[in-house]
């Protein structure tokens, strides 16, 4: 089994280079740099115990001799496995493309991941264009967002390009378009260009000889309504590929322009005449831009460009995310959501939040590939390749949801010595001094389960025995069978927030006031980010 190699290989590493492995890290680096066994996490969890038993069982002379040469890092080009490179024989220009209406989402990632990973595996460039050309769904603080978003997952673009800045070469394109018979201007009711083209029919201003069009195009910088229109084929079975609008008047002023232009390029056209300017190579996208691309297609051949590669991948459908970035804003605007990064929301902000790292996020894109089949996201798998990259950092912490308080009745003070780490006792541990007398708190599902007279253990502190009400210590040293819970003394009230909107009271111990921002792991919660007096749930 090549998983098992790969597990061996990677404990006698690390034996060999730190005298003894650790199940979890030999597991983690595994699972690293092959993202496919991510799946089987738990099998190859239970493998990676008894290598690591058999490997630190060896001396360090039968180490040495068995590990494997450590393989040198590649510079770059990390993390493409699984995507094959693309057809190409020159320079690669790739970009990402996004309406500036809000901060990215997990369904953009995608595409970043994508194209980050073949500007990688080619040296290419990578654009980020920002696609803003309808003033009416520009939020204007997305252009910062965007770009942040982008550097928190790695994949900082070399060059950006907002659309609202390049209106003069859109108005070329078009008058060149007009010139060459290849578009129209149309001054008829829109309902009823519309109308005509459902039944593959010329509007009146289409094949007009007698006016200039490219006079009528000028015309329209400065009053009068009309759209452009570019001549594709009418009699197109596919009512999407009959004659397109390229640019039409709004009188919306634009949150980045003002009012200094009402003719704006609708997507298609802009896009085209982008790809095209741009350099850009290869178009990565859905499959539902397939209308899009053979409208796009017809400015190439009007005007001769030549193509890029148009590549188009299958649809993903991510369950239980709200994606839709009209209906996000309605929720905040309603309260039903604090903002873009609410912890109820897929926005990468939110999930930054609660403590997803963008590696995780960018090499379950790339494992998933270009294909042209859809695919759905497992968040489930997603998790797991989080949690190998979050757990060998996570400090444990005792956090007591909804807490029943219980005095301690001791003769003396105990001592508290828990570590924040069960695998690497390097990273210390929690110390705290509890006196006779304190004020302890239980979790209410726990205490509810204890009857008069019983012992439980108070984890990494001692056994009591419940009596009148109040704990009495009851020893030291565990005993088997006794049921451990987790408790607080001193502490501090912590909310935790799941993503379904639930939120829970409890109380967390004295350590977590120094943990501000990080990734932990409430014991029997899971993984949570601390954020001042919340905890926002990551996943188990
Ligand atoms: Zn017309």
Redesign the pocket.
């Known amino acids: 089994m090549e998983a098992e190699e790969a597990l061996r290989a990677a404990a006698l590493q690390e034996a060999a280079r730190h005298g003894s492995a650790q199940p979890k890290s030999v597991l983690g680096k595994v699972l690293g740099a092959h993202a496919g066994l991510r799946s089987q996490a738990r099998e190859l969890g239970t493998i990676a115990a008894r290598i690591v038993t058999e490997v630190n069982a060896l001396s360090p002379a039968e180490v040495a001799a068995q590990a494997p040469a450590p393989k040198p890092r590649k510079a770059t080009g990390s993390g493409h496995s699984g995507l094959s490179p693309l057809d190409s024989d020159g320079p690669v220009v790739l970009r990402f493309a996004p309406g500036p209406s809000g901060p990215l989402h997990l369904g953009h990632s995608r595409a970043v991941a994508l194209n980050h990973a073949f500007r990688g595996i080619h040296n290419g460039k990578l654009i980020l264009r920002l696609e803003d050309t309808n003033p009416m769904v520009v939020d204007p603080a997305a252009y910062d967002l965007i770009t942040l978003d982008m550097e928190w997952l790695g994949a900082k673009p070399d060059e950006i390009v907002v659309q609202s800045d390049r209106l003069e070469i859109y108005y070329d394109d078009a008058r060149e378009l007009l010139s060459r018979d290849a578009a129209y201007v149309?001054?008829?009711d829109a309902e009823k260009?519309r109308e005509l083209k459902r039944h593959s029919t010329a509007?009146?201003?289409?094949d007009d000889k007698s006016a200039s069009h490219l006079a009528a195009f000028e015309a329209l910088f400065s009053g009068g309504d009309g759209i452009v229109v570019v001549k594709t084929d009418l009699e197109s079975n596919n009512p999407a590929l009959r004659d397109f609008v390229a640019l039409r008047v709004v009188e919306t002023p634009h949150p980045r322009q003002g009012d200094a232009w009402r003719l704006w390029p609708t997507y298609n056209f802009a896009v085209a005449v982008d790809d095209y300017r741009l350099g850009v190579t290869h178009v990565l996208r859905g499959k539902d831009h397939l209308n899009n691309t053979l409208c796009q297609q017809w400015v190439y051949r009007h005007l001769d460009w030549e193509e890029p590669q148009f590549i188009h991948y299958g649809l993903v459908s991510i369950p239980d995310a709200l994606l839709k970035t009209t209906a996000i804003c309605e929720g905040i605007a309603s309260g039903d959501y604090i903002g873009w990064d609410d912890p109820q929301l897929a926005t990468l902000v939110a999930l930054r939040r609660r403590g997803y790292q963008p590696q995780a996020i960018m090499d379950y894109w790339v494992t998933a590939g270009v294909k042209e089949s859809d695919i759905t996201l497992s968040w489930q798998n997603l998790e797991a390749a989080n949690r190998v990259l979050v757990e060998p950092e996570a400090k444990r912490l005792f956090w007591v949801p909804e807490p029943v308080e219980l005095i301690l009745d001791a003769s003396q003070p105990l001592e508290k010595h828990a570590p924040f780490h069960p695998d690497r006792a390097e990273m210390g541990e929690r110390r705290e001094t509890v006196k006779p007398g304190a004020t302890i708190v239980l979790p209410a599902a726990d205490v509810a389960q204890l009857t008069e007279g019983d012992l439980l253990r108070l984890k990494n502190l001692c056994n009591c025995r419940l009596r009148d009400g109040r704990l009495k210590h009851a020893g030291d040293d565990p005993v088997k069978g006794v049921p451990i819970v987790q408790w607080c003394a001193a502490g501090a009230p912590l909310q935790l927030l799941r993503p379904n909107g639930s939120q829970t009271d409890g109380i967390v111990e004295p350590a977590a006031a120094e943990m501000e921002g990080e990734v932990v792991q409430f014991e029997r919660v899971g993984f949570v980010r601390l954020e001042r007096s919340q905890a926002l749930f990551l996943h188990r």
């Open positions: 149309c001054h008829c260009w509007c009146p201003c289409r």
